[in-house]
């Protein structure tokens, strides 16, 4: 199956019936057709083998194709493929909630006990959004219809989670349909910042502005907690979001932790949230949840939330459902990748990671127009430009064209490395091997070192 002819094959019926996601289908490369993948490596149908530093859209968790995720799912497959969820249950999914359950953290009584399942991060943000805003409808409180976001903020492409996702760009034609949100900022950091407490002071006092002026007509924050991924793999320490959420949390507003891209390893514990002592009161989990087999969501809300959503008539309950509703083979896929963390010692493999990324690092930083160098569990990123103060250095231009020309040329060498603009990052699935992650970091240095004149003013 992987001559040339079949090659062409794929190639030739995709270009002419297939529409492809956040890019400029007239201009595009050609997409390249996959045969088959396996641990960190995707093989084309030609042959190539590209090592996946993506994370497949940062998905992937313990590598691709694992057999052990693949023998549940066609175990299940075999048994129960699929039934309707309303009135109906099955083992995978109240076995799965309990799991996830019991994973995410608690603190002292406060924890996240209700499983709300849909099918992907959008469904997941846009189901969180509906409970914080409907909650309030229920207590009989209809002044709250603002909700509150960071700037820069990712969470999904239907009208909710572009609402609360406007900063990131991405949503021009739409502005005058989305929802009214307010942005606050969100104090980046990296390794070798000197002024993280100066901005992250100045954050807080926007903050407080905002609170102080429309505290009481928000319904609900939401934010990505650590990390902003789309945006550019933008960082934050711990206790900037934990301030953050303490003095939402303080207004009586809902928090809502979007752990789409961060959960399941993502930052080096299983939940980002985690590292800041942060209990949200509504956490959305998708991509790594079934370890990048199947698309799956779900949203889980505090006993708090869940239970203004009680009484005797439907006028309260959450009016909300997909087709697919806690699809059994996603449960299945996603209990098969909850068990590997404990049998692959994924969390290691991940600190293993970081490791060899902070050395990578240490070396990039030194390289002519590689600025704000930062690593948290599997992720690194750098930002290429000139620098020119605090404030750029640069900025993720999302347009740029700086980023496919070092895509292709990534590509060219093996290496899946999508930049954000100007946004170089690595996300590899754990199962790396050290061998491979040394030569894709040795590989990406190289390809600095050619393409400096692109970024870097002389
Ligand atoms: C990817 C992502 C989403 C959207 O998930 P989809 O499955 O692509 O709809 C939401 N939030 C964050 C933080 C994401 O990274």
């Not at 190639?11 to 002419?16: A, F, I, S, T």
């Not at 399942?117 to 846009?126: F, I, L, P």
């Not at 992250?200 to 609170?211: C, G, K, Q, R, V």
């Not at 320490?237 to 961060?262: H, K, N, S």
Request: aromatic letters at 8%; charged letters at 20%.
């Amino acid at each position: 199956m992987n001559d040339a002819r079949n090659t062409s094959g794929t190639v030739e019926l995709d270009q002419r019936h297939v529409w492809h996601p956040f890019v400029q289908e007239q201009t595009a490369p050609a997409p390249l057709p996959v045969a088959r993948a396996s641990g960190a490596s995707l093989f084309l149908e030609d042959g190539r083998e590209i090592l996946d530093l993506a994370a497949s859209w940062w998905v992937n968790v313990h590598g691709h194709s694992h057999p052990a995720i693949a023998e549940a799912l066609a175990e299940q497959a075999r048994t129960l493929e699929h039934v309707i969820f309303a009135g109906f249950t099955h083992a995978p999914a109240a076995r799965l909630a309990e799991a996830l359950v019991h994973a995410l953290p608690r603190i002292d009584d406060r924890g996240l006990d209700r499983v709300f399942y849909t099918d992907n991060g959008s469904t997941a943000v846009e189901a969180a959004l509906k409970m914080a805003f409907q909650s309030w409808r229920n207590q009989g409180e209809r002044r709250r219809t603002l909700f509150l976001a960071f700037e820069g903020a990712y969470h999904g492409d239907t009208f909710g989670a572009m609402s609360v996702g406007r900063s990131s760009g991405f949503y021009g034609p739409f502005e005058d349909v989305l929802l009214k949100v307010r942005f606050t900022p969100f104090a980046e950091t990296w390794l070798d910042d000197e002024n993280v407490d100066a901005r992250e002071a100045a954050a807080l006092a926007e903050l407080d502005a905002i609170l102080e002026r429309d505290g009481r007509r928000i319904a609900g924050f939401i934010a990505e907690p650590l990390v902003q991924g789309a945006s550019g793999m933008r960082m934050c320490r711990p206790q900037f979001l934990r301030a953050v959420c303490d003095r939402v949390a303080a207004q009586g507003i809902p928090v809502i932790l979007d752990e789409v891209m961060t959960g399941f390893g993502r930052t080096g514990t299983l939940f980002a949230m985690e590292q800041a002592g942060v209990v949200p009161d509504l956490v959305c989990l998708s991509k790594g949840l079934t370890g990048g087999f199947l698309p799956m969501a779900v949203t889980v809300a505090s006993k708090a939330i869940y239970e203004t959503f009680l009484g005797q008539d439907f006028s309260t309950a959450f009016a909300h459902g997909h087709s697919y509703t806690a699809n059994p083979l996603g449960c299945a896929a996603a209990l098969a990748s909850l068990a590997l963390f404990e049998s692959e010692q994924t969390l290691e493999r991940i600190a293993a990671i970081r490791a060899a990324n902070l050395r990578w690092l240490a070396e990039a930083a030194t390289l002519p127009g590689v600025h704000r160098p930062r690593a948290l569990g599997s992720i690194a990123a750098v930002n290429l430009g000139p620098e020119v103060g605090d404030g750029i250095g640069g900025e993720v231009d999302y347009y740029s064209s700086l980023g496919p020309k070092l895509k292709a040329r990534f590509l060219e060498l093996g290496l899946l490395v999508r930049p954000l603009g100007n946004v170089i990052y690595v996300m590899p699935p754990a199962c790396i091997a050290p061998e491979e992650l040394a030569r894709a970091h040795a590989v990406i240095l190289d390809v600095l070192r050619e393409t400096a004149p692109l970024y870097v003013k002389s």
